[in-house]
């Protein structure tokens, strides 16, 4: 059964992307730790959109593998990888908690590459693939106070991009969904709940950053910014050298109360 993977699938962008491609008519695998929500959203989906949703509850930074081999044991033939799921930490680098610095690269890159490698191959047997992975506004300029995400999110455009020259011969598309802040748990996680970026009149919904995904899976470009104000940011930033991008990031992420540590 042809069938779209999303990772991150129970809340957020993740979910959102699932609506996108359920609403559509395509059937699709939910993949995230809790299985009550990822039952709840089945349930849902399925009775709005009438397709076949399955869902699998798995921690992906610990045991990606468990993916592939759930798809290999119920014959899904994967030919849409969404690498969703991720997360941040709103600290100075040197008050942060080194396991989930660490943790974190294991999901947000490691996981990554691990479902890339893993289906990649399955895609080339059945002649054509999509794989569309979260990078970030932050794949673009390094990011004081959450430097070790925005080093995941720069290292996800630049794998991103290099699989998409590798591809290309092989039908397989690979694209970078770049949203910028978006109201969901994310800042909950990262430890930014107060974020100044979560509150700004800016800040966009995880349904938008979605039909922005959506549009690349449409278009098979290689990447996509997410709302206007963030394509400003992105082009302000590329203008900068590196050392003064990264100057005017941490004077921005100082600003949020309680983290100018």
């Known amino acids: 059964m042809r069938t779209v993977l999303i990772t991150g699938a129970s809340g957020g962008i993740g979910k959102e992307f699932a609506r996108q491609f359920t609403y559509r008519g395509y059937n699709v695998l939910l993949v995230a730790r809790r299985e009550e929500v990822l039952k709840q959203i089945k349930e849902e989906f399925e009775e709005e959109y009438k397709v076949d949703v399955q869902y699998f509850a ?70 054509y693939g999509h794989i569309i992975n979260l990078g970030s506004v932050a794949s673009f300029m390094p990011g004081p106070y959450m430097a070790v995400y925005y080093a995941t999110k720069a290292f996800v455009m630049s794998f991103s991009l290099a699989l998409r020259e590798e ?32 509150k700004s009149a800016f800040s966009r919904t995880a349904t938008d950053a979605a039909v922005t995904g959506y549009s690349l899976f449409e278009s098979g470009k290689a990447y996509a910014i997410d709302g206007g104000f963030n394509h400003l940011l992105v082009s302000c930033a590329r203008m900068l050298p590196l050392e003064l991008a990264a100057r005017a990031v941490g004077f921005v992420q100082k600003k949020v109360k309680g983290k100018a540590d």
């Open 58 to 127: 798995c921690d992906i930074a610990k045991d990606p593998k468990a993916v592939y081999d759930f798809c290999k044991a119920h014959d899904l033939d994967v030919s849409v990888l969404v690498n969703n799921a991720g997360y941040g930490d709103y600290k100075s680098f040197v008050n942060a908690d080194l396991d989930k610095l660490l943790a974190m690269i294991d999901l947000n890159n490691k996981a990554l590459v691990s479902l890339s490698h893993y289906f990649i191959p399955e895609m080339k047997r059945i002649g």
């Open 167 to 198: 591809l290309k011969k092989d039908d397989i598309k690979v694209s970078v969904l770049c949203p910028g802040p978006v109201s969901s748990d994310f800042w909950k996680r990262a430890d930014g709940a107060d974020s100044l970026m979560e």
